[in-house]
């Protein structure tokens, strides 16, 4: 079945720096990709959607300064936070769409982000 | 605007029958989905409505009527391990995911 392999699962930085995380398919092509944070005991958050050769479309509220997603091919969507804070500590996860699926989307299994 | 209401939280006890319920107002509908997440984890896939009725598979079912806004996921024969959070998702042309019910499973 459709696969999506989200890396890292788990990352610390430090306050003020970047961090990727990457969001494959594995085998089946993406041409969309969506991005979600979820905080504790809260639901998941749409931050934005990732389309494959073009600029991603950010929910209202998102800064696309501070999050940037690049989907430069048809299984990599990435998501950078660039000049972390703490209050940017999240569980960031992602979803693809597989047209091969009748319900049509799979997620990865999250990134667990501290920011220290 | 985009609003999906499901309970914060319920409590039942093993081996009990459990009903979860979502009502939802969306600007489209393209389908329903029910995730289960387990705390730390990502959510993982249980069911999908797009037509009204319901859909049955295993101990969990859910159900859907779309002219009521209104669905809800049933849990049967419930077990230890059934205790998660219940997400309600409305499918658009993306995921719109509900606050979730948090449920507890007691003995």
């Known amino acids: 079945g459709a696969v999506v392999s989200q890396h890292p699962s788990r990352v610390i930085c430090k306050s003020g720096t970047s961090v990727k995380i990457e969001c494959r398919s594995l085998d089946f092509q993406a041409t969309t990709m969506f991005w979600y944070r979820q905080f504790p005991k809260q639901s998941l958050m749409l931050m934005a959607t990732s389309n494959e050769g073009s600029k991603a479309t950010y929910e209202q509220g998102v800064e696309k300064d501070k999050f940037l997603i690049n989907h430069a091919s048809l299984t990599l969507s990435t998501l950078t936070v660039t000049s972390a804070h703490p209050e940017d500590s999240s569980f960031y996860i992602c979803?693809?769409?597989?047209?091969?699926?009748?319900?049509?989307?799979?997620f990865g299994s999250g990134t667990r982000l501290t920011v220290v | 605007g985009q609003n999906i209401d499901q309970p914060t939280e319920m409590t039942a006890t093993e081996g009990a029958i459990v009903q979860i319920n979502c009502t939802y107002q969306?600007?489209?509908?393209?389908?329903l989905f029910w995730y289960q997440q387990h705390a730390g984890e990502a959510p993982t896939f249980l069911s999908y409505n797009v037509l009204d009725g319901l859909e049955e598979k295993g101990r969990f079912s859910s159900f859907l009527s779309r002219s009521k806004g209104y669905s809800y996921l049933l849990l049967k024969e419930l077990q230890m391990k059934d205790s998660a959070s219940y997400l309600c998702?409305?499918?658009?042309?993306?995921?719109?995911f509900g606050k979730g019910t948090r449920l507890h499973i007691l003995p």
């Open positions: 998702a409305v499918k658009d042309d993306k995921i719109i």
């Open positions: 969306t600007s489209g509908f393209n389908g």
């Open positions: 979803s693809a769409r597989d047209r091969g699926l009748h319900y049509g989307y799979t």
